[in-house]
């Protein structure tokens, strides 16, 4: 029974990192953009929402749609003011460029909101679900359902929108996509505004059962590279199966070894990967940069 619930805990808490995965994806497949300030704008959603829930009192899940909106607006702003200048400027530069602003968010954190960690408390945070034996977490369970909506809802997007159209062909063929009339700007304000989106849907979901502090977002560092690497550059339903199997690696290593020693397990299967299946699981050998299902 044990197992079965550090199983069943590791799938919803890696629904999140599906989400979190599927964020940078985007940016990695599309925009070719090295974003190290990802795991912060997902911090920023987190403060986002628990600001507004301590304002309105309202239901952080039903305050999601607000948060969601509030990061699209900031990232068409970061778009217009860095994004698009640092596309030009080559990998080096953009990895420079967004470490200052993840310091520059944290430490806005840290100046409004203090270090003393956060608590979102509500009627979600102590209720607990029994299925025979097994014991869910209620705001984790309703997490696992949104994750799965936003995966769909990117995933439709991707897929059946022509928005989706000129992203997939922008990431398959830049120049291709140029001469056939495609404004790249744009698929890329698009493309980064999904991927903002979708890091504060992570911080909500996330805030829900976890405080938060300034110094949170270093938690994501590795996870957001980790685990759309694991599931195939370019793969959106590989990045969500990457995810979940990342949350439960990360639950069986808690349950079973040291706290020490949670993430050792995820980076061990990780560098196997990498030896044996270095496109990951749905990637392309061809071409892990191009955006498909």
């Known amino acids: 029974m044990v197992l079965i619930q550090a199983l069943v805990n590791g799938l919803l808490i890696g629904a999140v990192w599906g989400v979190l995965g599927l964020g940078k994806q985007i940016v990695l497949g599309v925009i070719h953009f090295v974003n190290f300030a990802h795991g912060h704008l997902v911090l920023l959603g987190m403060y986002l929402t ?18 969601a909106i509030a990061m699209v607006i900031l990232a068409f702003i970061l778009d217009r003011l860095l994004v698009r200048r640092l596309i030009k400027l080559g990998e080096r530069s953009q990895m420079i460029a967004t470490i200052a602003l993840a310091l520059v968010i944290e430490n806005a954190a840290l100046l409004i909101a203090g ?25 984790r369970l309703m997490g696992l359902a949104i994750a799965i909506l936003a995966f769909v809802v990117t995933w439709w997007i991707i897929t059946k929108t022509p928005l989706g159209v000129m992203i997939r062909a922008t990431s398959q ?39 938060v502090d300034p110094s949170t977002a270093w938690t994501f560092l590795i996870l957001m590279f980790i685990v759309p690497v ?12 990457a995810g979940l199997i990342v949350g439960v690696l ?39 940069r191009q955006v498909s299902v």
């Open 173 to 211: 063929n830049r120049a291709a996509a140029q001469y056939m009339g495609i404004d790249i700007g744009r698929v890329y304000a698009y493309a980064f505004a999904l991927s903002v989106a979708l890091a504060g849907v992570v911080g909500s979901l996330y805030v829900v059962s976890t405080p």
């Open 115 to 139: 270090p003393q960690p956060r608590t979102l408390q509500n009627s979600w945070s102590d209720k607990a679900v029994q299925l025979g034996g097994v014991y869910l977490n209620a705001g």
């Open 230 to 241: 694991l599931g195939g550059l370019g793969s959106i339903a590989g990045t969500f199966l």
């Open 50 to 67: 628990l600001f507004a829930w301590i304002t309105t009192g309202a239901d952080p899940f039903l305050l999601l749609p607000v948060v």
């Open 250 to 288: 990360q639950l069986l290593s808690t349950t079973y070894f040291d706290i020490q020693l949670q993430d050792a397990l995820v980076y061990g299967v990780f560098v196997l990967f990498l030896v044996v299946r270095p496109q990951g699981l749905f990637g392309r050998a061809a071409d892990q």
